[in-house]
């Protein structure tokens, strides 16, 4: 629940602070009657990202006839690749993002092309919904499946409606409040995250033969925290806590975390150039 909670969070504030300084960029230049074209935008993203959700289930189907594991692993994999670039992503250019989104919008109501407004919207939401399905995929497979959908349904939309509050009050008066706290501080807990579904992704491995556990297990500690505890499933769920992992899965976790670092100065002394 708790992991729903956060992705859903952070990834409806994303998707809300692009529909708001459209909104607010609109409203500061006179043009409110172009509203439309940006919650026009918004609605058909929502729209999309249910239908993705939708058909990625339905293609999983398919997709299983690979293995069930070898499958899982594969969402896995992609979920940390994708969750790790967008936190790295947002880390150096967040202060880009309404700039860009201002002259992009300006140029769309100079040339009278009143469509790109919509599609500016249209890509940053569904953009997030996307990765919201894909991120989701991955905590469910590295949970082994919900026992019951209800609490990660509820965690999910709890997630959704506090950051639209959130986004909300940022717009309406509370603009000189600093969301940089919060997304330094979630991205660092979707780090851990994404390390977890690494290391998940190669346990799947281990089970199908494709990759040795080297030691299995190096320690079992279900006696002290059982994942299939309330408490043990948050720490699962974020930070990746196995009680009985193989050597590969904990080298793979630690791994994570110094490459991690490598990327992430590597993008900034690439833009410092």
Same mark, same amino acid.
């Given at each position: 629940m708790l992991g729903t909670f956060i992705i859903t969070w952070r990834e409806t504030i994303e998707a809300a602070l692009i529909v708001g300084i459209l909104l607010t960029f609109l409203e500061k230049i006179g043009q409110s009657r172009q509203f439309r074209f940006v919650y026009w935008g918004a609605f058909w993203a929502v729209i999309a990202s249910? @239908?993705?959700?939708?058909? !990625?289930?339905?293609?999983s189907v398919f997709f299983q006839d690979i293995g069930q594991d070898i499958f899982e692993a594969s969402i896995l994999f992609l979920a940390t690749a994708v969750l790790t670039h967008m936190v790295i992503w947002m880390h150096h250019n967040a202060r880009e993002i309404k700039g860009d989104l201002q002259k *992009?919008?300006? *140029? =769309? $109501?100079?040339?009278? *092309?009143?469509? =790109?407004?919509?599609?500016? =919207?249209? $890509?940053?939401?569904?953009?997030?919904?996307? %990765?919201?399905? +894909?991120?989701?995929? &991955? +905590?469910?497979f590295q949970g082994g499946g919900f026992e019951s959908m209800a609490p990660?349904? @509820?965690g999910g939309l709890l997630g959704i409606g506090l950051g639209v509050l959130m986004t909300w009050l940022f717009f309406k008066g509370f603009g000189h409040l600093? +969301? #940089?706290? /919060? /997304? #330094?501080? !979630? &991205? $660092?807990i979707l780090l851990f995250m994404a390390a977890g579904m690494l290391s998940s992704g190669f346990g799947k491995l281990v089970t199908v033969g494709l990759v040795p556990p080297l030691i299995e297990p190096i320690w079992n500690?279900?006696?002290?925290?059982? %994942?299939?505890?309330?408490? &043990?499933?948050?720490? @699962?769920? $974020?930070?990746?806590? #196995?009680?009985?992992? !193989? +050597?590969? *899965? @904990?080298i793979v976790y630690l791994l994570y975390f110094p490459i991690t670092v490598i990327w992430l100065r590597r993008q900034q002394h690439d833009l410092a150039q």
């Open positions: 249910l @239908a993705f959700a939708g058909l !990625s289930d339905y293609m *992009q919008a300006e *140029q =769309a $109501i100079s040339n009278n *092309q009143l469509w =790109a407004l919509a599609m500016l =919207a249209f $890509i940053g939401v569904f953009r997030e919904g996307v %990765e919201t399905v +894909l991120f989701l995929w &991955g +905590l469910f990660p349904l @509820a600093n +969301l #940089r706290p /919060f /997304f #330094r501080v !979630s &991205g $660092i500690t279900s006696w002290l925290l059982s %994942e299939r505890s309330f408490i &043990g499933s948050l720490v @699962a769920g $974020i930070f990746g806590y #196995r009680s009985s992992p !193989s +050597l590969v *899965q @904990a």
